[in-house]
Every structure is written in C-alpha cells, then in structure tokens.
C-alpha cells in the first residue's frame, strides 16, 4: 500500500514553454501532498505544500507563478513549469500524505520527473 | 533555526561490514526523526522513523537507528551491508512547530558497498 506515481518520469523540453508533472495517490487518499526539488548530488528542497481544494503554500524563494500547483482531488497533485529555462532543470518528487494516527506523520515519494530544458 | 547535519557525504565499506552513517539535529522544539533510501534516479523510501517511545528504532533490510536526545544525534545503523545497500541515504526532520507537517533533509550520505 501507500504507493505515489508520477507523470512522467522524463521529460525534454525546449526553452519558453510550459510542463505539467503529475503526481498520483494509487491506493489512499492524500490529504496532503508536498512537491520537492533536487539538484544533482543534493539533498531534496520542499518548494511547496498543497492541500486538497486550497491554494499551495510556497516555501520562501519559490515563484509560485513559475511553479503552479493544483491539487484538485485527493488523489491528484499537480505542477506546472511555466515558461521553463535551462535554469529549470531538475529532479522533481512529490510525496503524499494521508494515513492516520501515527501513518499521518509520514510521507510516500513518488519516483520522480527529471526535467531537462533545452 | 532547524537543521540536519549529515557528516559524511560519502561512506565506503566492504560487503558484510557493519556501517554507522551519522545524523544530528538542531531544533528548539520537538522533532520526529526519518532516515530515507533513495537508489538512483529513484524517489524515496523510508527505512524507519522515530516519533516516540523506544530510542532505538528497527527498520527494513535489517537497518536500526538510535534517538540520542542529548546529543541531538540519530544515527543509522548495519551490522553486515549487501551490495545492493549501495544508495544515498538522507536523514529528515519533522518539527513540531510545523505540526510535524514539513520534513526538513540533510545533505545525504552516499554509501558505497564493495566486494
């Protein structure tokens, strides 16, 4: 159980368009779901937090109008990467949350989106 | 301010010796504590966490890790790695000012398992 998957898994883009990444919860609902960004051999950065049927919170330093999160049912989040710059180029994961009790404080990563723009 | 320190970025050992990859924390308030797997171009996994209770804390593929309250420390530990333990490994931090809502990772350790 507690599986997350993303969509795609690779993605090539040319300089000045826009990509959606999308992040699924196969098998329960997320209340909760977190996008992170992470540079080759570093660690993961929480870019934001969304809620289900409520604007995401964006960490500080994060363009939410570059990096639009939608998180229109429990069990779909997702990103869009608007007007993409070389820059852009990422490791993108989502994680979902959505247990109870104890299973309420962990979060389940999806695989993940490499984004190259070119 | 919170943080996680991860001391070595790179860890090598030989199969079937034991590893400690090493973990502290800085937080003024309560933190739940999480050591993540992630092989490569992979998301991640979680090997164990602690929230309460017992310090020491079992995890999956014969992983455990200690709670050190006074030394801020939780560190990861294997008596006999495999290869395929081969991955980065990142601690995280969940902070009870953010309702434990936010993970916050160190840096990772890669560790590196030869023959």
């Known amino acids: 159980g507690a599986v997350v998957s993303q969509h795609p898994s690779r993605v090539i883009c040319k300089s000045g368009t826009s990509v959606k990444i999308e992040c699924r919860s196969l098998?329960?609902?997320?209340?909760?779901m977190f996008w992170y960004r992470q540079f080759p051999k570093q660690s993961l950065m929480l870019m934001a937090t969304s809620n289900e049927g409520s604007k995401a919170t964006y960490e500080q330093g994060v363009e939410k109008d570059k990096f639009l999160i939608n998180h229109a049912s429990l069990t779909l989040s997702t990103l869009t990467v608007t007007s993409a710059h070389p820059e852009d180029s990422s490791f993108y994961i989502c994680?979902?949350?959505?247990?109870?009790?104890?299973?309420?404080?962990?979060?389940?990563f999806g695989p993940g989106t490499r984004l190259t723009v070119t | 301010a919170q943080s996680v320190t991860q001391l070595d970025s790179q860890v090598p050992v030989f199969e079937e010796a034991p590893v400690e990859l090493r973990c502290n924390y800085s937080s003024s308030v309560s933190v739940y504590l999480f050591w993540y797997v992630q092989y490569p171009n992979q998301g991640l996994q979680l090997l164990l966490k602690y929230l309460s209770g017992s310090t020491l804390v079992k995890g999956i593929n014969g992983f455990e890790a200690e709670f050190n309250k006074s030394q801020t420390s939780f560190h990861l530990r294997k008596p006999s790695v495999h290869i395929s333990d081969t991955a980065e490994y990142f601690c995280a931090v969940s902070l009870m000012n953010t309702g434990f809502q936010k993970l916050v990772f160190g840096t990772g350790t890669r560790l590196l398992v030869s023959p």
């Open positions: 098998d329960f609902q997320a209340t909760t």
């Open positions: 994680s979902a949350r959505g247990g109870q009790g104890d299973l309420s404080y962990e979060q389940y």
